[in-house]
């Protein structure tokens, strides 16, 4: 049964826009930001996927954590997020964006009230998947901050099955404008992302492999078998329609978001200045 918590119904983009590499879908979540910002497009959400693989850094986050080497052959791109948090390494999964003007009742409020408004259509979505899903409220004083990867233990309002972290999220508020997005690992090992990272010693390294192992969960580990990028794009998209009275039209990019998309591309997301600012 549909439940609306209270919003009165409205309609929102749905842009399903596929695989793309690591600067290509930076730039298109800033570009849905700038567009709504100027009131040229509606509230957004976006589904999409990684190809090649990513290590995305937060916003703040030292460049030097970065195992360069590493990463070049493997063949994945490295990437600054717009968002803060920590590295994620994005491959064999589903990511979600929501874009909406900070007035729209769905994001009002603060950045946690906002959080909790969206996990709940998390969790519808991942309800559907035939999930127990939990929203985590830890205490920030057990929380290990110097780690670099950000699926070790999950932060306020994320989610998680088993008590393992499933879903991370991070957030960034411009010009009257909000952007979140998160991943939703589909299979894997949580702690690929280890080797494409620098440790002072061999010790971390491992220590930080078995605490993902402990604290990570991937949806098909949860399920107990294997899942499709579109049957979860679907169950997610779900849950947000039924948790947040959405009506999502299914939409494309604008002229004026693609002309953004590769400006923001050449000028920040593929560019040195950027990714090595720090």
Known sequence: MPVNNGYAAADWRLLSSG???????????????????????????RIYGWKPACLSLGFRQSY????VEYCHTSGWDVVRRPTGGRAILH?????????????????????????????????AGLDLMGLSPARAEPDPQTIPMNSPACFDEPSNYEIT???RKLVGSAQMRKK???????SIPLRGDPARIVPALRFNDVANQQALADHLGRNAITLEYAQGHETSFAVTAGQLVEGFAQTLNLNLLPGELTKEEELAVRRLIALKYANDDWSKRL
């Not at 695989?19 to 509230?43: F, H, K, R, V, W």
């Not at 030097?64 to 195992?67: D, G, M, T």
């Not at 009257?176 to 998160?182: A, K």
Request: glycine content about 6%; hydrophobic content about 40%.
């Open 176 to 182: 009257g404008v909000v952007l979140q997005h998160g």
């Open 161 to 163: 099955v088993d008590r």
């Open 64 to 67: 030097a954590i970065v195992n």
């Open 19 to 45: 695989y793309n590499d690591g600067p290509t879908n930076m730039a298109i979540d800033e570009a849905l930001l700038e567009a709504i910002a100027q009131g040229n497009s509606p509230p957004t959400l």
């Open 91 to 123: 491959t064999d999964e589903l990511t979600y964006s929501v874009c909406a003007p900070a007035t729209e009742p769905r994001v009002r409020g603060s950045v946690l009230e906002s959080y909790r408004r969206l996990s709940k259509a998390l969790l």
